[in-house]
């Protein structure tokens, strides 16, 4: 049986943008990451190996807030 979870965060720039990148290619990056932007990371296996890949990424005017 699959069981999915639902984890979200909440974080500032650089640090934010930082860990996206890592999680995303494995290298250090200085990714920006605009305020009130949504990222959706979603962690599968491939090949038997654990991999991050990116789902979804919207941007503020998209979700009708106000953003940098």
């Avoid at 639902?6 to 290619?25: K, R, S």
């Avoid at 979603?42 to 190996?49: A, E, N, S």
């Avoid at 991050?52 to 941007?59: N, Y």
Wanted: hydrophobic residues 40%.
């Amino acid at each position: 049986r699959r069981r999915h979870h639902l984890h979200g965060g909440i974080g500032h720039q650089p640090a934010l943008g930082e860990v996206a990148a890592l999680l995303l290619t494995g290298q250090e990056a200085p990714w920006r990451i605009a305020k009130g932007e949504v990222w959706w990371l979603h962690r599968r296996q491939r090949g038997g190996r654990p991999e991050v890949v990116l789902r979804l990424a919207l941007e503020p005017r998209l979700l009708g807030v106000g953003g940098d």
